[in-house]
């Protein structure tokens, strides 16, 4: 079972007609652009955080799905005071560096880690930021208010691009191509996956190579990381050796071969990041520095992450017999 903490509602702030911020009475340390996992009644959801860290208390925003379970949980039940179950924060949808000149995308509740890195950026960074924003119509703009604020307060460093379905229809590549003088940027993208789609063919088109497309999936657990978790694989005695960076601190294990690097991790008694558990999250990542693994299932990495080294603990088996990894 995973270690979570309790967290306490401060307040709940109605964002929209179907979206609400959950604000924490608590302080922790997270990276603009990461998400929390909340236990919602029987089911376990990801949601980013929508504060920045050091500048508002953390607060998640949650966007209500069509006959979704979770979101519905969130948006009918949770109230000030309320003491929700919360997995540590988590993700690699974070930039490098908040100097750095970016190009947001966000569609609908893709807004949510956009926004933390939009607010983080302004305050401790130096670089330009172009964020464009499509939504069904104008009521459902999420943080319309706090937009034009930040973009009338820098106005040579934020330029918001809305994007209304309701008067523009639905965007395609082609008219993507007028961002072309910002297409040098580091881009991050959040957002419904017909979106991203056509997001990303515009920048691949446009030359933008896969390492600066930085893509945040929203999908729905199926797997609860609130609940027991059995290690139901027979050993077949075949070890490997795996050495762990992790904290600062160097751990060198044998790694029997059937077992996911991350259950042997836990089980070494190591604060090793996870959320799902499937593949799905990406709350795991980790880097392999030397030797090689096999992942059984990745939603998350694309191409680029893999080429960077960078593997889902949850899912990874030894392939060569030693391996070393790092967390960064
Ligand atoms: C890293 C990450 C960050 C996220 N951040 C946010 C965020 O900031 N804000 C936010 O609002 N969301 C976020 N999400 C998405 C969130 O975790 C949930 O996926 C979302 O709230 C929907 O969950 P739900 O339980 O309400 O819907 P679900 O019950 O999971 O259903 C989702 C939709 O799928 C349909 N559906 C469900 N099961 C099936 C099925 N078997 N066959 C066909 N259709 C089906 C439902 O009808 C519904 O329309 C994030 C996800 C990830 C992975
Ligand atoms: S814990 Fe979610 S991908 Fe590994």
Known sequence: ?????????????????DAVSVVFDADFPYRP?????????????????????????????????????????????????????????????????????????????????????????????????????????????????????????????????????????????????????????????????PFMDVVSQALRSSGVPRERIHVERFISLSGNPFEEVVDEEPADGSEATVQVDLDGESHTFPWPRHKKLLDLLLEKGLAAPYSCREGACSACACRIERGEVKMLQNEILDQEDLDDGIVLACQSLPVTDTVRITYT
């Open 1 to 17: 079972m995973a270690e979570y903490q309790q967290v306490k509602v401060a307040d709940v702030i109605q964002e929209t007609a």
């Open 33 to 193: 652009g990461q998400f929390l996992t909340l236990r919602c009644g029987d089911v376990a959801r990801c949601y980013s955080l929508s504060s920045a860290p050091g500048l508002d208390r953390p607060q998640v925003t949650v966007k209500r799905i069509p006959d979704g379970y979770g979101s519905a949980w969130v948006c009918d039940n949770v109230r000030p005071g309320t003491v929700l179950d919360v997995l540590p924060p988590a993700g690699i949808f974070t930039p490098k560096s908040l100097d750095d000149n970016l190009l947001l995308f966000a569609a609908g509740s893709g807004i949510t880690p956009v926004m933390s890195i939009v607010k983080s950026a302004l305050a401790h960074g130096t670089g330009k930021l172009v964020l464009v924003y499509a939504n069904r119509d104008e009521s459902s703009v999420i943080f319309a208010a706090r937009l034009r604020e930040l973009a009338s307060r820098y106005p040579e460093r934020l330029l918001v691009v809305h994007w209304l379905e309701s008067l523009q229809g639905l965007p395609t590549a082609r008219h993507f191509a007028a961002l072309r003088p910002f297409m040098g940027y580091q881009s991050f993208l959040c957002g419904p996956a």
